[in-house]
RNA sequence: GGGCCUAUAGCUCAGUUGGCUAGAGCGCACGCCUGAUAAGCGUGAGGUCGGUAGUUCAAGUCUACCUAGGCCCA
């Protein structure tokens, strides 16, 4: 036959024709359909489409404004959309404001590094100007980049923790804490800078060399335990081992560890006590030999005191666990007022939190004789004064690495100060948290115990930072006697004024503004005050987000959900559970989701370091958004995720897979107009039922796993239905119903019925995952009539209970079964070279009853989902099945194998089916 | 050092209360098709379940320890 002829018979087929384009070029069209959606205004016309739905409250926890977003970001923010989205299409009103955190420590470093030397000469105000444009910067850039992932939400208009009505609210919150008497002010130890008087938080603590004196000093112990009995009248000395020996003078206890082995030992005539394991390390420094006496756990010793070596006073032994036996002799040397660990101890052992350095690094009076010298030129005179006492067993120098000023660079040391603290316990916050937490829904579930375990453990929680960027903590003091005066009357005049002003008035305005009309110092009478410097803790801020909740229409308070990183859990979960508790009595979440980590593809953290960052903006220039989307569906995200090349082009894989499946349907439905063309259910093709109960079982499990927020097993669940059920089963069996029936017929109609609905519920069923894609199809539907104008618009397809009863699954499975093992024989049959397209075979089955029956009354069934010209069916006991080539030949245009046997074709050269299609279709071959 | 989490084929995931030869899709190999074509179809080969030791008639599935990795603390 001519190429030409064959040419012509194609021409009579119906093939699939589709606009929908098989190369996604997602980074060409994504920005296309951003606009479209920016357009029509997608956010406002759902939230329209729902205005008289129950609400849904995703509440939003503001990202840091600061640097570029990062893959953590896209997936914290395309899961949110997931969710949002997936409620819309549930039927709920489920509005989405962003948020960004705007102010704290890194905007304020940032501006500092890029001000230099210039700072010095800046007022606060004008400082706090330059954070302000630096937040403001980078909110941009990152709202440029989540509007790219498709995330819907109201971009125009978030919420920022730098907005008055926002710091207005933070004042508000802050003043329920005065008021249950929770604010309170008490000394912590921070770093400090002597030469420039400032705390310093540890990002501007840079580590470099440094020489100190090291000091092994004598306590000699005071009360003898009956267990060392023996030597009741002997001098038992503690030996302690410490780089600051200025901090000696606040040495209020020394720390052993309860479970390590401590003796007794013999040294030089005296008699001394430290870790067993250390002994012959000082015994080494001290060039002498030892005679351990006697061994005991550190728990013996809790308790006892000894006598400071400088002082006529105790100091307690006492037990903790960062007691450590590399160095030293782990007997700690503690002053609670210069160490975080030996805060921590302190407050355990309720020892004061003794620092008696002042502001400049000078010891204060009550020192005694070191009343007014610098503490580091006082080191050598503590030194000598140690010695003359008969307290210093050895001296020495060493280098060693010590936390300096970034700024100064000068040595840096732990100072305790007074701070703003919230008591957790004074209001019975921690119990109460406590028991809202339980009344959360935890997903994972885990993540009940791991914040009830942070909540039961915590300090309390100091609020107070003495930095110049966030909303300043609204106290005043007395000028006279330095009392601080925390007034309701003053903060509510403060909240007020922030509300219109913001918390640049603080600085800005002058303290009569603030303060209620003749309020006095309540320590001293006295009615001078000042303001006072230190900003809040940004957490306290972010902790407060909840009340755009309050403020915002169409919302509501608790949040259904807040969705963070693992992170959280200490951070905003945390905070904002404290605020709310003590604001509204009640837990701002009903549930709360954490995802994990994203790591790369061996599972190790992103880091400069091992150059293994991958970025979002590179994904999606290259793949774009919507890979990444998928990404985030594919994984499962209450782990750590990872992302690489090789997941990377998985991803695509599938995607690819979706995309082609959807262009392939959109092509066979070219035809077809669901008002016209649609079948009525009773008269649908079996086959055509058959995967319309697939769909409906489809419809079950994907809305179960929207449900549980399982992303990755819709992502599983779509792939698997498109691969298996429709790419290598329906959709490949159906071909030859659609491409040579005559259009019109009605089991093409029946199938196109059906393609229809599967193409229509499949994308809708995806949309809130595959965004852009499920547009772009949506966009290449067939027209309908309530066709809305975006996917997005739409609800889910519901579950239709009729379809599920109108199939006889076990039937089909055994159908199934049957093909599967008919195929297998068929590619033996082609490894063999007897066939090679399967429509060249002729299957010849020999069944038993129950298979033949079977088959014999779904024939024409068999004959379409094996894609066979022939089935020759026997009876037999002994099942067997074998292939032949056939022996008719190929019709031209539907490519299937006759027998020219009946010699009523009125075209011979095509089969009798085509032939017919042809009469009617008055197609002149010639 | 502490709290919590993770570890099943190359990749992403399933594996109910411990119970037959550990599943899926993708990828890979081989083949078919050329009327979904930078597509489509079929067949097949890949894990002994991070390691060790236990409990049990029986463990990927329970216990202990170890290793690797993650978050948060210290």
Redesign the pocket.
């Given at each position: 036959m001519s190429e030409e002829k064959?040419?012509k018979?194609?021409d009579t087929?119906n093939?699939?024709k589709t606009n929908f384009p098989?190369?996604a070029q997602l980074n060409r069209r994504e920005p296309e359909i951003l606009e479209k959606w920016e357009n029509m205004d997608i956010y406002r016309s759902i939230l329209e489409k729902r205005k008289d739905d129950p609400i849904y409250i995703l509440h939003d926890g503001p990202p840091y404004a600061n640097g570029n977003i990062h893959l953590g970001h896209a997936l914290n923010k395309i899961l949110k959309d997931f969710i949002v989205k997936t409620k819309s299409m549930e039927g709920f009103k489920a509005p989405y404001v962003p948020g960004w955190d705007c102010h704290g420590l890194p905007i304020e470093l940032k501006v500092d590094q890029e001000l230099g030397s210039s700072k010095k000469d800046m007022s606060v105000l004008d400082i706090r100007h330059k954070c302000r444009n630096y937040a403001e910067k980078f909110l941009k850039i990152q709202k440029k980049g989540f509007k790219r992932l498709g995330i819907f939400g109201d971009w125009e208009n978030p919420y920022k923790t730098i907005d008055p009505t926002y710091e207005s609210s933070i004042i508000k919150y802050f003043k329920s804490f005065v008021k249950n008497k929770s604010v309170i002010r008490k000394k912590r130890p921070v770093f400090w800078c002597n030469s420039c008087q400032t705390a310093l938080a540890e990002a501007e603590v840079e580590y470099s060399n440094h020489l100190s004196s090291s000091i092994y000093v004598k306590f000699l112990l005071k009360d003898i335990p009956d267990f060392l009995g023996k030597y009741k009248n002997k001098e038992i000395f503690v030996v302690i081992w410490t780089t600051t020996p200025w901090t000696i003078p606040a040495n209020l206890a020394i720390a052993l560890h309860p479970d390590y082995d401590y003796s007794l030992f013999e040294m030089k005539g005296e008699y001394y006590i430290c870790a067993t394991r250390l002994i012959p390390v000082l015994a080494d420094i001290l060039k002498t030999d030892y005679k351990k006496i006697i061994e005991f756990k550190g728990s013996k010793l809790n308790g006892l005191n000894t006598i400071h070596p400088l002082y006529n006073r105790n100091s307690l032994i006492i037990n903790t666990?960062?007691v450590?036996l590399d160095s030293g002799t782990g007997c700690v040397h503690t002053a609670p007022g210069h160490g975080?660990?030996d805060y921590?101890a302190g407050l355990e052992y309720n020892l004061d939190i003794y620092s008696p350095v002042d502001s400049k690094g000078h010891f204060d009076n009550t020192t005694g004789k070191y009343e007014g010298k610098e503490i580091f030129k006082a080191n050598s005179e503590i030194i000598q004064d140690l010695k003359n006492n008969n307290r210093l067993m050895y001296e020495t120098q060493i280098e060693h690495s010590y936390p300096h000023c970034w700024r100064c660079k000068k040595p840096v040391i732990f100072r305790a100060t007074e701070q703003w603290f919230i008591s957790i316990d004074t209001a019975d916050l921690r119990k109460k948290a406590l028991n809202e937490i339980k009344k959360v829904k935890w997903y994972?579930a885990?993540?009940e115990?791991?914040i009830s375990?942070?909540v039961e453990?915590r300090p309390d929680w100091c609020i107070s930072r003495q930095r110049d960027w966030g909303v300043p903590i609204p106290v005043f003091f007395c000028k006279d006697c330095g009392e601080a005066l925390l007034s309701i009357e003053a903060i509510d005049k403060i909240e007020k004024i922030f509300n219109d002003l913001g918390s640049d008035s603080w600085y800005k305005e002058e303290i009569s503004e603030f303060l209620p009309e003749g309020i006095t110092c309540k320590k001293c009478g006295c009615k001078n005050f000042e303001k006072g410097k230190d900003i809040l803790d940004v957490w306290f801020e972010s902790g407060s987000s909840f009340s755009i909740l309050e403020k915002l229409p169409g919302h509501k308070f608790p949040a259904d959900m807040y969705l963070e990183?693992?992170?959280?859990?200490?951070?905003w979960f945390h905070s904002s559970l404290l605020v709310a508790i003590t604001t509204k009595d009640q837990s701002p979440y009903k549930t709360v989701i954490t995802h994990?980590?994203a790591?790369d593809?061996?599972?190790?953290?992103?880091?400069k370091s091992l150059g293994n960052i991958i970025e979002p903006q590179s994904i999606i220039e290259e793949q774009g958004a919507e890979i990444l989307r998928l990404w985030v569906a594919?994984?499962?995200?209450?782990?750590?995720?990872?992302?690489?090349k090789?997941?990377l082009?998985?991803?695509i894989?599938?995607y690819?897979?979706i995309r082609?499946?959807?262009?392939?349907?959109l092509?066979t439905i070219s035809d077809f107009n669901p008002e016209k063309d649609s079948i009525p259910d009773e008269h649908l093709r079996e086959i055509d039922l058959f995967i319309l109960y697939k769909l409906q079982k489809l419809k079950q499990k994907i809305f179960e796993a929207y449900t549980n927020y399982?992303y990755?097993?819709i992502?599983?669940t779509i792939?698997?239905f498109?691969?298996?059920d429709?790419?290598?089963?329906y959709?490949?069996v159906i071909?030859?119903n659609l491409?040579?029936n005559s259009p019109n017929s009605k089991k093409r109609r029946s199938t196109q019925t059906v393609i229809f609905k599967l193409l229509k519920e499949t994308i809708l069923l995806i949309a809130p995952i595959l965004s852009f894609t499920t547009e772009e199809a949506w966009e290449n539907m067939p027209d309908f009539e309530g066709k809305e104008n975006s996917v997005h618009l739409n609800l889910f397809p519901k579950i239709e209970k009729k379809y599920l009863n109108i199939i006889d699954n076990d039937k089909w499975e055994k159908i199934i079964k049957l093909r599967?093992k008919i195929?297998?024989e068929?590619?033996?049959a082609?490894?063999a070279?007897i066939?090679?397209?399967?429509l060249?075979a002729e299957i010849n089955l020999d069944l038993n009853d129950e298979y033949y029956n079977l088959v014999s009354s779904n024939i024409k069934i068999f004959k379409e989902i094996l894609?066979v010209s022939k089935i020759n069916l026997k009876k037999s006991e002994k099942e067997k099945i074998s292939i032949r080539k056939s022996n008719g030949k190929k019709c031209?245009?539907?490519?299937?194998w006759f027998l020219d046997d009946t010699g009523e074709n009125k075209l011979p050269e095509l089969c009798p089916r085509c032939s017919l299609e042809i009469e009617e279709l008055n197609f002149d071959p010639e």
């Amino acid at each position: 036959m001519s190429e030409e002829k064959k040419v012509k018979w194609k021409d009579t087929l119906n093939l699939p024709k589709t606009n929908f384009p098989m190369k996604a070029q997602l980074n060409r069209r994504e920005p296309e359909i951003l606009e479209k959606w920016e357009n029509m205004d997608i956010y406002r016309s759902i939230l329209e489409k729902r205005k008289d739905d129950p609400i849904y409250i995703l509440h939003d926890g503001p990202p840091y404004a600061n640097g570029n977003i990062h893959l953590g970001h896209a997936l914290n923010k395309i899961l949110k959309d997931f969710i949002v989205k997936t409620k819309s299409m549930e039927g709920f009103k489920a509005p989405y404001v962003p948020g960004w955190d705007c102010h704290g420590l890194p905007i304020e470093l940032k501006v500092d590094q890029e001000l230099g030397s210039s700072k010095k000469d800046m007022s606060v105000l004008d400082i706090r100007h330059k954070c302000r444009n630096y937040a403001e910067k980078f909110l941009k850039i990152q709202k440029k980049g989540f509007k790219r992932l498709g995330i819907f939400g109201d971009w125009e208009n978030p919420y920022k923790t730098i907005d008055p009505t926002y710091e207005s609210s933070i004042i508000k919150y802050f003043k329920s804490f005065v008021k249950n008497k929770s604010v309170i002010r008490k000394k912590r130890p921070v770093f400090w800078c002597n030469s420039c008087q400032t705390a310093l938080a540890e990002a501007e603590v840079e580590y470099s060399n440094h020489l100190s004196s090291s000091i092994y000093v004598k306590f000699l112990l005071k009360d003898i335990p009956d267990f060392l009995g023996k030597y009741k009248n002997k001098e038992i000395f503690v030996v302690i081992w410490t780089t600051t020996p200025w901090t000696i003078p606040a040495n209020l206890a020394i720390a052993l560890h309860p479970d390590y082995d401590y003796s007794l030992f013999e040294m030089k005539g005296e008699y001394y006590i430290c870790a067993t394991r250390l002994i012959p390390v000082l015994a080494d420094i001290l060039k002498t030999d030892y005679k351990k006496i006697i061994e005991f756990k550190g728990s013996k010793l809790n308790g006892l005191n000894t006598i400071h070596p400088l002082y006529n006073r105790n100091s307690l032994i006492i037990n903790t666990n960062y007691v450590e036996l590399d160095s030293g002799t782990g007997c700690v040397h503690t002053a609670p007022g210069h160490g975080e660990d030996d805060y921590r101890a302190g407050l355990e052992y309720n020892l004061d939190i003794y620092s008696p350095v002042d502001s400049k690094g000078h010891f204060d009076n009550t020192t005694g004789k070191y009343e007014g010298k610098e503490i580091f030129k006082a080191n050598s005179e503590i030194i000598q004064d140690l010695k003359n006492n008969n307290r210093l067993m050895y001296e020495t120098q060493i280098e060693h690495s010590y936390p300096h000023c970034w700024r100064c660079k000068k040595p840096v040391i732990f100072r305790a100060t007074e701070q703003w603290f919230i008591s957790i316990d004074t209001a019975d916050l921690r119990k109460k948290a406590l028991n809202e937490i339980k009344k959360v829904k935890w997903y994972p579930a885990w993540g009940e115990e791991r914040i009830s375990n942070m909540v039961e453990n915590r300090p309390d929680w100091c609020i107070s930072r003495q930095r110049d960027w966030g909303v300043p903590i609204p106290v005043f003091f007395c000028k006279d006697c330095g009392e601080a005066l925390l007034s309701i009357e003053a903060i509510d005049k403060i909240e007020k004024i922030f509300n219109d002003l913001g918390s640049d008035s603080w600085y800005k305005e002058e303290i009569s503004e603030f303060l209620p009309e003749g309020i006095t110092c309540k320590k001293c009478g006295c009615k001078n005050f000042e303001k006072g410097k230190d900003i809040l803790d940004v957490w306290f801020e972010s902790g407060s987000s909840f009340s755009i909740l309050e403020k915002l229409p169409g919302h509501k308070f608790p949040a259904d959900m807040y969705l963070e990183g693992g992170d959280q859990y200490r951070g905003w979960f945390h905070s904002s559970l404290l605020v709310a508790i003590t604001t509204k009595d009640q837990s701002p979440y009903k549930t709360v989701i954490t995802h994990g980590w994203a790591l790369d593809e061996h599972g190790k953290a992103m880091s400069k370091s091992l150059g293994n960052i991958i970025e979002p903006q590179s994904i999606i220039e290259e793949q774009g958004a919507e890979i990444l989307r998928l990404w985030v569906a594919m994984v499962n995200y209450k782990e750590d995720v990872r992302l690489g090349k090789e997941i990377l082009s998985r991803v695509i894989e599938s995607y690819r897979k979706i995309r082609n499946t959807w262009r392939f349907m959109l092509g066979t439905i070219s035809d077809f107009n669901p008002e016209k063309d649609s079948i009525p259910d009773e008269h649908l093709r079996e086959i055509d039922l058959f995967i319309l109960y697939k769909l409906q079982k489809l419809k079950q499990k994907i809305f179960e796993a929207y449900t549980n927020y399982e992303y990755h097993i819709i992502y599983h669940t779509i792939s698997n239905f498109f691969t298996i059920d429709l790419s290598s089963f329906y959709l490949h069996v159906i071909k030859d119903n659609l491409y040579c029936n005559s259009p019109n017929s009605k089991k093409r109609r029946s199938t196109q019925t059906v393609i229809f609905k599967l193409l229509k519920e499949t994308i809708l069923l995806i949309a809130p995952i595959l965004s852009f894609t499920t547009e772009e199809a949506w966009e290449n539907m067939p027209d309908f009539e309530g066709k809305e104008n975006s996917v997005h618009l739409n609800l889910f397809p519901k579950i239709e209970k009729k379809y599920l009863n109108i199939i006889d699954n076990d039937k089909w499975e055994k159908i199934i079964k049957l093909r599967d093992k008919i195929l297998k024989e068929i590619e033996n049959a082609r490894d063999a070279k007897i066939i090679g397209d399967s429509l060249e075979a002729e299957i010849n089955l020999d069944l038993n009853d129950e298979y033949y029956n079977l088959v014999s009354s779904n024939i024409k069934i068999f004959k379409e989902i094996l894609v066979v010209s022939k089935i020759n069916l026997k009876k037999s006991e002994k099942e067997k099945i074998s292939i032949r080539k056939s022996n008719g030949k190929k019709c031209p245009r539907c490519w299937n194998w006759f027998l020219d046997d009946t010699g009523e074709n009125k075209l011979p050269e095509l089969c009798p089916r085509c032939s017919l299609e042809i009469e009617e279709l008055n197609f002149d071959p010639e």
